[in-house]
């Protein structure tokens, strides 16, 4: 399936907050060719490296704490994402790898319980990674780009104080398709989709961005806390994300499904 990829990748950093100043004078984005460029416009560098937390609360209020370190790769035609958990203690060494060639997705997992390395198809799509609240089509979806389908502009509305528009984003539907319908507000100035709701035939999940933490980096405006409530599900999982190191060279064994969890 072919999800939006609303470049929300460079979440929540330790590095000292940069203040973003609100612009009045920022046009908004009414044309889906301008919008698709200034998105594109905030994909991050070559690579990343930096280490994240998870804190998911199910609807008993209930809540697990998941440490891990991210990797990410991108080429032509290609993407490359390696997640290697650190804590709780019972997840350990836990790895999970998404690789994407001419839009082609594969995804494996390692859990150090079984020794082996899995590969993720069918049903296993929609389950929740290591108990996190995100799925494998969540992290499409993060991570992905607007490839395919249709943007239907619906108008001007005001997210948390900001002034944002209103998209529909309608993907290209496969048998494999969880999502078939997103509505995302795209904030005038930084071009970041401030909230996107994910149908699939009803309300499903709701990701949020808290502009509170939104930074500059170079041209790029990125969050540093994200949170994504399952309306079904009742539960709910906030990311925030270490220090960030763009553009170092990360070594192929990383994203390779033989070895990738060592």
Known sequence: MKLARL??????????????????????????????????????????????????????????RLTANWYWRRGENAQSVMLRVEAPQDLAGAAYLWLRRKERDQFYVYLPAVAKVRRVEGAGMAQALFAS????????????QLAGGQLQLQGPATVAGRKVQRWRYLPQLTPESLY???????????????????YGGVPWKTLTIDPATV?????????????????????ETVIQLGREQFD???????????VFYH
């Open 180 to 198: 078939d319908r997103v509505e995302m507000s795209v904030d005038n100035e930084w071009c970041l989709p401030l909230q996107a709701d994910l």
């Open 7 to 64: 470049c929300v990748a460079g979440l929540l950093a330790g590095l000292p907050l940069v203040a973003v100043a609100a612009s009045p004078a920022a046009p908004p984005v009414r044309d889906e060719a301008a919008l698709r460029e200034c998105l594109k416009a905030n994909l991050l560098p070559q690579s990343l490296r930096q280490q994240l937390v998870m804190t998911s609360t199910d609807r008993a209020g209930a809540q697990r």
């Open 133 to 144: 609240g995100f799925s494998a089509f969540d992290l499409q979806f993060v991570l992905g």
């Open 248 to 258: 170092q060279r990360l070594p192929d064994r990383l994203f390779d499904p033989r």
């Open 215 to 235: 930074y500059k980096s170079g041209t790029r405006y990125l969050p540093r806390r994200v949170s994504l409530r399952d309306l079904r599900a009742e539960t």
